[in-house]
């Protein structure tokens, strides 16, 4: 549902870590004692294609999505993922329009590219 609020794991989840770990290795940074003083020190050039090497929003696999902002528990800002603080009532009450248009989605089946059957459907 194009503009919904998306669950979102915490900073501290596996999964913000293991993309951590990617960029990390990608930029063969993995030996360094400090890895995050070794990324800072990169060239713009080599970071941006470490980061970019994941899978992209027009991916296949675009729900699973890599670069969401991240609820760190904390923070007094952003320290729940949204669907948590919506079940808990902690949300601004002000009204809000969100909602898809007819063939949202167009877009993303046309980059389906590894799919080549139904039973890849199932």
Known sequence: MSGSVLPAQPIQASRSQSIFNQVVQTCGCSNNPDPLV?????????????????????????LNLHYLPRPDTSSTFFSSSPEIAIMAGKYARVPILIGSNEH???????????????????
């Open 104 to 122: 949202d989605g167009t877009l993303f089946s046309l980059l389906a590219e590894n799919l080549t059957s139904t039973t890849d459907l199932e």
């Open 38 to 62: 070794c990324l800072r020190n990169l060239p713009y050039e080599a970071f941006l294609n470490a980061v970019i090497d994941f899978p992209s929003v027009i991916s296949y696999s675009s």
